[in-house]
């Protein structure tokens, strides 16, 4: 069973301040999603990496994936508190393609 | 167009009960899977449903069993509810049995607290 570890587990920053968020697996991702989760809602997928080195941006969220496809991390420019959120990353992973999530990264970005 | 949904949005149940929950998919999308979403936790997947059929499940006890409908719709069921089942918990739909990438969308979840 793959495994995601997602780090850090809490993050709490000033708008306007930049971060980064990481997810690693010991086993290669066949592809990579990233979604956020609001309270009281269910995820919102934010991107999809498949091919190793991939880098992806969304406004002021860039997503990148490891050369190896084990590791991806997303970067936020200029932290709003309207980016505040569960971010989740999650891998499709056996015959019916479901998704194996990480534990996630709870982001807090303060006025 | 609406999306995933799911009912009730909230639920207080007994240990021991039995509860039932239902999931709408989005329109078009014929495979619906359920995940468990602990407080503070990434979801966990239950199971999934195609074709009226369990297509794959998770580590879940057979406590947890599914259902689902020609249009579609899914029902979960949990029997002999525990202290440790409560969550939230989310239904994903997605069109088809498809190859990666693909998107799936999430309702907003049923969040079930038992007593």
């Known amino acids: 069973t793959q495994l995601l570890e997602q780090s850090p587990q809490f993050l709490s920053i000033q708008e306007g301040e930049n971060l980064t968020v990481y997810c690693n697996s010991s086993s290669v991702f066949s592809s990579l999603q990233w979604y956020r989760q609001e309270p009281g809602e269910g995820p919102v997928l934010l991107v999809t990496?498949?091919?190793?080195?991939e880098v992806k941006k969304l406004k002021r969220l860039t997503f990148q994936f490891g050369d190896a496809r084990k590791d991806s991390s997303l970067h936020i420019t200029a932290a709003q508190p309207g980016d505040t959120g569960l971010y989740l990353c999650?891998?499709?992973?056996?015959?019916?393609?479901?998704?194996?999530f990480g534990s996630g990264t709870q982001l807090t970005v303060l006025p | 167009d609406a999306g995933v949904t799911q009912s009730p949005t909230h639920l207080i149940k007994t240990r021991g009960q039995q509860v039932t929950l239902r999931c709408s998919p989005k329109s078009g999308h014929d495979t619906v899977s359920w995940y468990q979403q602990a407080l503070g936790q990434g979801p966990q997947f239950i199971f999934q449903y195609y074709e009226e059929e369990e297509r794959q499940r998770g580590n879940f006890p057979d406590r947890f069993s599914g259902h689902q409908f020609p249009n579609y719709s899914s029902e979960l069921n949990v029997n002999a509810l525990l202290l440790g089942d409560s969550a939230l918990y989310l239904c994903?739909?997605?069109?088809?049995?498809?190859?990666?990438?693909?998107?799936?969308?999430f309702g907003p979840g049923t969040r079930l607290t038992v007593t």
């Open positions: 994903a739909s997605r069109p088809g049995t498809g190859d990666i990438p693909y998107e799936q969308y």
């Open positions: 990496v498949v091919t190793g080195g």
């Open positions: 999650a891998s499709p992973t056996g015959s019916a393609r479901q998704l194996t």
